[in-house]
């Protein structure tokens, strides 16, 4: 067995070395918008109770965890694309996103990530 410590998430092996000069590298700006991350979730019931409207039944609290960790993911893609999407327009980086940011990052993914619709219809998001 090795000596070094890492971290496995599922066939990605990290040394702990590795994480903790990421760490090192990070500005103080970087640190505190990981830590916000690291603390942030999605209310679970609230997560359970839109899962049962969506697929009309119970799921169950491993489900819910799941659901609510791929739903703070998707969110961070969104929010990270609309920052990316105001710095291009030349909008000042300080300041709140507006919906309009998030809309457009949003239409953008669903582009990039589109499949082909037999239908037109789109829902308006904000």
């Known amino acids: 067995m090795s000596s070094i410590s890492t971290v496995s998430l599922d066939n990605l092996v990290i040394p702990m070395a590795e994480i903790k000069e990421m760490w090192d590298q990070m500005t103080d700006n970087q640190r505190q918008r990981y830590d916000v991350y690291r603390r942030t979730a999605l209310n679970k019931g609230s997560v359970k109770k839109l899962a049962y409207h969506i697929l009309n039944q119970q799921i169950s609290s491993t489900l819910t965890f799941v659901l609510a960790g791929f739903s703070k993911v998707f969110v961070g893609e969104i929010v990270e694309r609309a920052v990316q999407l105001k710095v291009e327009r030349g909008e000042a980086e300080e300041g709140p996103l507006k919906p309009e940011h998030l809309r457009e990052a949003y239409r953008l993914y669903k582009k990039e ?8 219809f789109t829902k308006r998001l904000f």
């Open 113 to 120: 990530t589109q499949t082909g619709s037999s239908s037109g």
